[in-house]
């Protein structure tokens, strides 16, 4: 169970604060593409999704789009916002973390990963060692694959919740 605690919770990405990041010393921002960013169905990012990339970057912070889907759909999408992408990435398993880490020469205290999914994205990134932020689904619909995790998934958040172990990310910042 300790390894599907995520660091912060959130209801979107959106809804966070750059600052914030940088409050808790984040310079490298990996972040899920799938329910977490955009809708499974957008294989080009929308006017809010560009306008969040574009601060993020114009912010000095490392952005890479990371996803399981397959390359053709996370390069389209990583190309209309103009992002470095990783496909295919096989969460939860942490080879390819490792490699990108150690590739990018990002620093472990120094990295989040922010998804939807407590058995993919926080589960890989408590693994590795970095910082985790789970949010909600954007969208109510799911790829097959991701609705099985949900499933499977489902008592760990009920726990979580009941345990009031989801710390939001305004517990460390407050509501600026």
Known sequence: MKK??????????????????????????LVDLDNTL????EHEANEKAKALVQSIKASGF???IV?????????????????????NMRKPLK??????????????????LI??????DVFVANRVGIKSMLVEKLVKEDQWTTRINRQL???FRRRLIKKKMLRSWRD?????
């Open 67 to 87: 996803s399981n889907n397959r390359g053709s759909r996370v390069q389209a999408y990583a190309q209309s916002v103009g992002v470095e992408y990783k496909a």
């Open 115 to 120: 998804g939807d999914q407590l058995l993919t």
């Open 153 to 155: 998934e489902r008592p």
């Open 95 to 112: 080879f390819k973390f490792l490699r990108l880490l150690n590739e990018k020469n990002f620093e472990k205290h120094a990295t989040i």
């Open 62 to 64: 490392n952005l890479v």
């Open 38 to 41: 955009a809708s499974y169905h």
């Open 4 to 29: 599907l605690i995520p660091t912060f919770h959130a209801q979107h990405i959106y809804e966070v604060p750059l600052e914030f990041f940088k409050q808790i010393g984040i310079k490298n921002i």
């Open 172 to 176: 460390i910042y407050g509501t600026k």
